[in-house]
């Protein structure tokens, strides 16, 4: 059996970011923990934004994830609310670089179809699938459901982004990896 790896999923909005940490050893999912950030409204945005950057570190800090899956965004008709969304999953993806932690994106679709079997599945059905799949899991809000279905649907297609690393032509990723590393050294 393969070692445990621990997975933080990050559902980002500027209001609220769900997380959810989960352990996967092969098929087997286990619970760990998860949990809601939230950011205050009256706020101007680059304050927002820092309380999600503080929240997601110390969540980050404290769960020592190995890596890190975040939902990508979708564009909807309100632009200016599809800006500010954009802003929340910058911060997501940001402080895990920072840490060194690799991260992953998944579509909404790709989430809702590997957790409740379709697509199109209403926040009901994504929520009791989690607690099926993930018993011991308790959330209050359906933000921190929806961070351990994309911790859940990483855990699923992590198998995939491996083979594909592996699978690539000799030279692919060197030296983006390089830069990467060397950014990370300056710190």
């Known amino acids: 059996m ?6 933080l999923g990050i559902d980002p909005g500027l209001r609220r970011t769900g997380w959810g940490v989960i352990e996967a050893a092969g098929s087997k999912l286990a619970y760990v923990g998860c949990g809601v950030i939230t950011s205050d409204g009256d706020l101007p945005l ?9 929240g997601i570190t110390r969540t980050v800090e404290a769960f020592r994830p190995d890596e890190v899956a975040v939902e ?11 800006l500010k969304l954009g802003h929340a999953r910058a911060v997501a993806l940001l402080v895990p670089a920072l840490a060194g932690v690799p991260v992953f994106e998944y579509a909404a679709n790709l989430i809702k179809k ?3 079997g379709s697509g199109h599945a209403e ?3 994504i929520q009791a699938m989690v607690k099926f799949l ?3 899991a308790e959330f209050k809000l359906a933000d921190a459901a929806d961070a ?12 995939a982004h491996a083979l594909k ?10 030296p983006a990896a390089a830069r990467i590393a060397a950014a990370l050294a300056r710190g």
Do not use: C, M, W
């Open 46 to 54: 680059a304050l927002r934004l820092r309380e999600l950057y503080e």
């Open 123 to 125: 926040k009901v059905q």
């Open 148 to 159: 351990l279905a994309i911790a859940i649907t990483h855990a699923n297609h992590r198998g």
């Open 114 to 116: 590997t957790v409740a």
């Open 2 to 7: 393969s070692a445990p790896v621990r997975i």
């Open 72 to 82: 990508e965004t979708f564009v909807n008709k309100d632009a200016q609310a599809t």
């Open 165 to 174: 690393s592996r699978h690539l032509p000799a030279g692919v990723g060197g």
């Open 134 to 136: 993930l018993p011991k």
